[in-house]
C-alpha cells in the first residue's frame, strides 16, 4: 500500500498535464500512487496520461465518459488504496517536497484531519488583482482556529493543495453535487462534522490561472451559488439554536445572503448598516438600522448571532474593530461572511 494517493482528475488538459505529472515525478517522497480520471476528453490527454503510465507504474489511469468533475473526483476517489489522499489538479504543479512534508505532517499530528499549504499563482501576467488579494488572505490563515473562524468568508484552504485522511474524506461522503462548488462544500461539511485543519507555512504548490478555470466559466462557482452554500451550511452550523441573526450589511451582498437565510428558515431579525440613504428602510420587510441600534437589538435577544456580509475591500477589518469593542467574539458572536 502506498503512503499517499494522488487524486487527478483530467479533461481537455492536454497543453498542462506534462507539466503536473512532471512535477509528480520529482516528488522526494517517492511511495504513493497517481489515480489519474481522465473525464471524457476529446483532446490527447488520455494518450499524454497512457504514455507516462507506461514509464511509471506508479501511475494508474481511470477512463471515463464525461460527467464532471464531481463524478470524475469520485470515481478516483474509489480507487485510491493509501491512507492519505491528496488533491491535485492537472494544471498545476507541485513543489518537489509537497507529499513528503504533508505526509509527515499528518503521520506527526493524529489530531489533524487535512493539511494545506501556501501557495502561489502562475503565470505571473494572468494572475488578476482580485485573484492576488485572495491569495494574500488564505495564506495568512495557518493554523485552524484561522482556518475555522474565516471559512464562511471565501474557500481558505485552495482544493488542489490539499491532503487528507481518506477516511475522514469517506466519513463525510466524499464529494457531492448541491449546484455549488464542490471544493467549498466539501470544506463546509468538514468543518460542520469537526475535522481539524491545518496549513503549512510554505510554498508547496503553484496554482495556474486562466480564463478558463472553472472558477471563471462555471456557473456552479457564481457569488450566488457561493452565498447558497453559506447559507446552507451557517443554518446547519453556527446559526443552529440561535434565535436572532443580524446581517451587518445591507448592500448586494448582504441583500441577497438574507434572501437565501430566509429560505433556510434562519431567524433574520435586521441589517446594520452605515449608508445613511438605507437607514430607515426595509429588506424584505426587515429594518435597516444604524450601528448604535445593534447593542440593543443583542440585548433583545437570548442566542444572537451577527454576519458581517460587506464585501467592501477594508470594511470586515473595521466591522472586526466595531464587534470587538462591543465584547463580541469573532467565530462564536459574529462571523465574516464576505
Known amino acids: 500500500m502506498p503512503i499517499v494517493s494522488?487524486?487527478?482528475?483530467?479533461?481537455?488538459?492536454?497543453?498542462?498535464?506534462?507539466?503536473?505529472?512532471?512535477?509528480l515525478q520529482r516528488q522526494t517522497l517517492t511511495d504513493f500512487e497517481i489515480i489519474a480520471v481522465d473525464d471524457g476528453s476529446s483532446d490527447a490527454t488520455l494518450d499524454i496520461l497512457q504514455s507516462?503510465?507506461?514509464?511509471?507504474?506508479?501511475?494508474?489511469?481511470?477512463?471515463?465518459?464525461?460527467?464532471?468533475?464531481?463524478?470524475?473526483?469520485?470515481?478516483?476517489?474509489?480507487?485510491?488504496?493509501?491512507?492519505?489522499?491528496?488533491?491535485?489538479?492537472?494544471?498545476?504543479?507541485?513543489?518537489?517536497?509537497?507529499?513528503?512534508?504533508?505526509?509527515?505532517?499528518?503521520?506527526?499530528?493524529?489530531?489533524i484531519d487535512v493539511v494545506s499549504c501556501r501557495v502561489t499563482a502562475f503565470p505571473a501576467d494572468q494572475v488578476r488583482q482580485g485573484f492576488a488579494i485572495y491569495l494574500d488572505?488564505?495564506?495568512?490563515?495557518?493554523?485552524?482556529?484561522?482556518?475555522?473562524?474565516?471559512?464562511f468568508i471565501e474557500s481558505p484552504l485552495p482544493h488542489p493543495s490539499l491532503t487528507f485522511r481518506k477516511e475522514v474524506l469517506l466519513h463525510v461522503g466524499?464529494?457531492?453535487?448541491?449546484?455549488?462548488?464542490?471544493?467549498?462544500?466539501?470544506?463546509?461539511?468538514?468543518y460542520l462534522n469537526g475535522a481539524r485543519f491545518a496549513k503549512l507555512d510554505e510554498c508547496l504548490l503553484e496554482w495556474r490561472e486562466h480564463p478558463q478555470r472553472l472558477t471563471r466559466v462555471d456557473s456552479r462557482y457564481s457569488l450566488e451559488n457561493f452565498l447558497r452554500a453559506k447559507a446552507y451550511y451557517l443554518t446547519r452550523g453556527p446559526l443552529a439554536e440561535r434565535d436572532a441573526v443580524i446581517v451587518w450589511g445591507a448592500g448586494m451582498v448582504g441583500r441577497r445572503l438574507g434572501k437565501h437565510l430566509l429560505r433556510q428558515g434562519a431567524p433574520l431579525k435586521a441589517y446594520i448598516d452605515i449608508d445613511p440613504r438605507k437607514i430607515g428602510r426595509t429588506r424584505r420587510g426587515l429594518p435597516i438600522l444604524p450601528p448604535e441600534a445593534l447593542p440593543e437589538l443583542?440585548?433583545?435577544?437570548?442566542?444572537?448571532?451577527?454576519?458581517?456580509?460587506?464585501?467592501?475591500r477594508g470594511a470586515r477589518q473595521l466591522i472586526r474593530?466595531?464587534?470587538?469593542?462591543?465584547?463580541?467574539?469573532?467565530?462564536?458572536?459574529?462571523?465574516?461572511v464576505a
Open 174 to 190: 466524499g464529494y457531492q453535487d448541491r449546484g455549488w462548488a464542490e471544493d467549498y462544500d466539501l470544506l463546509l461539511r468538514l
Open 6 to 23: 494522488v487524486l487527478m482528475p483530467c479533461y481537455n488538459a492536454a497543453a498542462t498535464l506534462p507539466e503536473a505529472l512532471d512535477s
Open 298 to 312: 443583542w440585548r433583545r435577544a437570548s442566542s444572537p448571532v451577527v454576519l458581517a456580509a460587506v464585501g467592501a
Open 321 to 336: 474593530q466595531r464587534l470587538t469593542a462591543m465584547g463580541l467574539r469573532e467565530g462564536q458572536d459574529w462571523w465574516g
Open 137 to 151: 488572505w488564505l495564506n495568512a490563515l495557518l493554523t485552524d482556529e484561522d482556518i475555522r473562524r474565516e471559512i
Open 52 to 111: 507516462y503510465a507506461a514509464a511509471d507504474p506508479r501511475l494508474c489511469i481511470l477512463a471515463c465518459g464525461h460527467g464532471g468533475i464531481v463524478s470524475a473526483l469520485n470515481a478516483g476517489l474509489a480507487k485510491c488504496s493509501a491512507p492519505y489522499i491528496a488533491r491535485m489538479d492537472a494544471d498545476d504543479r507541485a513543489h518537489a517536497q509537497r507529499l513528503e512534508r504533508q505526509a509527515a505532517f499528518l503521520d506527526a499530528n493524529p489530531g
